[in-house]
Nanobody, 124 residues
Framework: QVQLVESGGGLVQAGGSLRLSCAAC????????MGWFRQAPGKAREFVAF????????FYADSVKGRFTISRDNAKNTVYLQMNSLKPEDTAVYFC?????????????????WGQGTQVTVSS
């Protein structure tokens, strides 16, 4: 069992930055692939980024590539999402999630545990 708690969301102007954190409770954090997803009002949940168990592999959605950076600190049981050059279309609730499988890590259904989400609002 893994419990995930996101933090760091808020209101920011376009072009600004935010850093999201996701703290995990559990002794096996380092065995999980960690992903970030987001969901805007009236839209389906979409993949943002994932990072492998050791942090050696990262992958991003095209919409955030070059602007967002995912990282993890296994000693602190925490995964981060650094978001730069934010755009109004990045406005959404952001969720972190944990999966034991690196394959299909862009698919929400492959994740076993989810956080409650944190709101990110980007004003124009």
């Amino acid at each position: 069992q893994v419990q995930l708690v996101e933090s760091g969301g808020g209101l920011v102007q376009a072009g600004g930055s935010l850093r999201l954190s996701c703290a995990a409770c559990g002794r096996t954090f380092s065995s999980y692939v960690m992903g970030w997803f987001r969901q805007a009002p009236g839209k389906a949940r979409e993949f943002v980024a994932f990072i492998s168990q050791s942090g050696g592999i990262t992958f991003y959605a095209d919409s955030v590539k070059g602007r967002f950076t995912i990282s993890r600190d296994n000693a602190k049981n925490t995964v981060y999402l650094q978001m730069n050059s934010l755009k109004p279309e990045d406005t959404a609730v952001y969720f972190c999630a944990a999966s034991r499988r690196l394959t299909e890590a862009t698919i929400a259904g492959s994740y076993d545990y989810w956080g409650q989400g944190t709101q990110v609002t980007v004003s124009s």
